[in-house]
């Protein structure tokens, strides 16, 4: 059992920064690729972005690309995502993932956390 609770998320103009945090315990944290996905109202939970178990790969949705990074540090059991730009299509509840397989598919993943709200104002 994995437990990852996300936090950092709040309420930013357009144009500003965020960096959120996803705090994991339990089991062997490099044992999982890491995954950062979101929801807004209304629509589908999509995929932002991965993270490889040693963190030597990541991948972005294309919407992000350049203004997002994912990051991870193995020795403190933490996945972040730092955000940049950001515009009010970002809002969203943020929602970090554990898993075994890298992947874009939110299905595939083993362990969620709550979420963290990100809201962006115009």
């Known amino acids: 059992q994995v437990q990852v609770v996300e936090s950092g998320g709040g309420l930013v103009q357009a144009g500003g920064s965020l960096r959120l945090s996803c705090a994991a315990s339990?089991?062997?944290?490099?044992?999982?690729?890491m995954g950062w996905f979101r929801q807004a109202p209304g629509k589908e939970r999509d995929f932002v972005a991965r993270?490889?178990?040693?963190?030597?790969?990541?991948s972005y949705t294309d919407s992000v690309k350049g203004r997002f990074t994912i990051s991870r540090d193995n020795a403190k059991n933490t996945v972040y995502l730092q955000m940049s730009s950001l515009k009010p299509e970002d809002t969203a509840v943020y929602y970090c993932?554990?898993?075994?397989?890298?992947?874009?598919?939110?299905?595939?993943?083993?362990?969620w956390g709550q979420g963290t709200q990100v809201t962006v104002s115009s």
């Open positions: 339990g089991r062997t944290f490099s044992d999982y690729n």
């Open positions: 993932a554990a898993g075994r397989v890298y992947t874009t598919n939110g299905n595939e993943y083993d362990y």
């Open positions: 993270i490889s178990k040693s963190g030597g790969r990541t």
